[in-house]
């Protein structure tokens, strides 16, 4: 049993070096060959033989051989189970804790029982998220926390102060974005808006309209009604 027991401790030291240097050997050869990827986050192995992730940027997904002679961008597919590994690995890494999120500087839209929880972050003048909110009417039975996020350009940040400032903010957005009603000039402390940019900029939101569903997932850009209605349940 002691013989064995060495056996096993030696093996499992030995394979765990081995993972090491090709670690070591990928990371230095990709920073000496690539520069952008001289800061290298994670290098892990993937479930095809001889192929290593390697994450950049928090969660920039590569793909390279033992030695880093070969750098491929793209999905790995697992063919048999029919299962996208890389959308499900940047999923993982792109999921917000839906707790966490700072409500205080959201507003909240309730329709029906207001049971099922969705966060949407959007822009007033961004033309998906008008389209997009048009077609969320179909929903029922959800609470909708809206994180005003201004990235189109000054205006856009006018219309989110005075959709913030409104006396019914919910009400201010839905004549805006589904009646086409411009909102009244108001002012109040508009600091919440400000701070939804750095939350965004944070988790990297680069568009609109972008969606975090109860479980941590989150969808860049408009999607239908039947497809929120899915990620809901």
Known sequence: MKRFLTSLIACTLLAASSAWSQEATIRKNLGERIPQLQKIDEVSKTPMPGLFEVRVNGTDIYYTDAEANYLVQGNLIDTRLKRNLTEERVDKLTAINFE??????????????????????????????????????????????????????????????????????????????????????????????????????????????????????????????????????
């Open 100 to 233: 966490s999120l700072p409500f205080k500087d959201a507003f909240t839209i309730v329709r029906g029982n207001g049971k099922r929880q969705l966060v949407v972050f959007e822009d007033p003048n961004c033309s998906y998220c008008k389209r997009f909110e048009k077609d969320l009417q179909k929903i029922n039975n959800v609470t909708v926390h809206l994180f005003l996020y201004p990235i189109l350009g000054a205006d856009s940040t006018d219309k989110s102060k005075n959709i913030w400032c409104a006396k019914d903010k919910a009400k201010a957005w839905l004549d805006w974005m589904v009646r086409d009603v411009p909102p009244a000039a108001a002012s109040c402390d508009s600091a919440a808006i400000a701070r939804n940019v750095e939350l965004g900029r944070k988790f990297k939101i680069t568009g609109t309209p972008t969606l975090v569903f109860a479980d941590g997932s989150r969808v860049p850009g408009a999607i239908g009604a039947d497809q929120v209605e899915k990620r809901l349940n």
